[in-house]
């Protein structure tokens, strides 16, 4: 039985969330559901993004992804089935896909299932739930949506670079208050060509002339920097909150000069 993984902004505080997965268990009570984050901040597509493009290549073939961030009501926007690397997402077309997208997509649909509410305002349980029980039961895309060759997109923001010089942001900051940035391995490798380098912030006073392989390689509360399971920059204070203690919250510059 494919796994079916959920993403949203909806928190746990509220009931919202068991709706979803009530009415996927009332429609298929076999499924396997994996709640993967539900604390990106609200309407934050690009938080969503990266969290979706990290995790998903370590899921298998025909695994069904939900991601509902910032959705609106169901006839006020299209909503997406997209197969992508032998998986599934359903998701609004806010652009989202086209953060993750490294390849086409084998196909995208709009969805067109008939919703057996009239109530409209909460997609994920009314029509991605009852898509996502549908396909795992081994049905077809092109049977509960319309293909369509053409979605929202949106810009990644990307470092800028020069020949001994990298500047990029903080994307994400994790529960832990680890700060992860747009700069990769590859990048770093790419332009640092084996040289020395410094990591600084606009805070200063903190900078790095070294990547640990581990948090532990520096004592507790000491900060480091590190390349995490998803291949980007992170900067992180080994049982502390780097986000906080070095202000590196979203959108906060990280330059590496060489």
């Not at 700060?179 to 805070?203: T, W």
Request: proline share 3%; charged share 20%.
């Amino acid at each position: 039985m494919p796994i079916i993984t959920l993403t949203s902004d909806l928190g746990l505080e509220d009931h919202y969330l068991a709706m979803v997965k009530a009415k996927i268990l009332s429609q298929n009570p076999d499924a396997q559901i994996i709640d993967v984050n539900h604390s990106i901040h609200k309407f934050n597509i690009a938080e969503a993004a990266f969290v979706l493009k990290t995790m998903l290549k370590e899921f298998p073939k025909d695994t069904i992804h939900i991601v509902a961030v910032g959705t609106q009501a169901i006839d006020d926007i299209t909503h997406l089935g997209i197969r992508y690397q032998d998986q599934y997402i359903l998701t609004a077309d806010t652009g989202l896909f086209s953060l993750i997208a490294e390849q086409h997509p084998d196909l995208v649909v709009e969805l067109q299932m008939k919703v057996d509410t009239d109530v409209r305002t909460f997609p994920m349980r009314d029509l991605y739930a009852p898509a996502a029980v549908y396909l795992s039961n081994g049905g077809t895309l092109e049977v509960i949506g319309r293909r369509v060759e053409s979605y929202e997109e949106r810009v990644l923001l990307k470092p800028t670079t020069g020949s001994d010089y990298i500047k990029g942001a903080v994307i994400y900051v994790d529960g832990y208050g680890n700060a992860i940035s747009n700069i990769d391995e590859k990048l770093i490798k790419e332009i640092g060509k084996g040289r020395e380098f410094l990591i600084g912030f606009v805070q200063k006073g903190y900078e790095m002339t070294e990547i640990k392989l581990r948090y532990s390689d520096v004592t507790m509360g000491e900060r480091l920097a590190l390349i995490n399971s998803a291949g980007h920059l992170e900067i992180a204070i080994n049982q502390g909150h780097a986000a906080d203690l070095l202000g590196l919250n979203v959108g906060e510059s990280v330059i590496m000069t060489f």
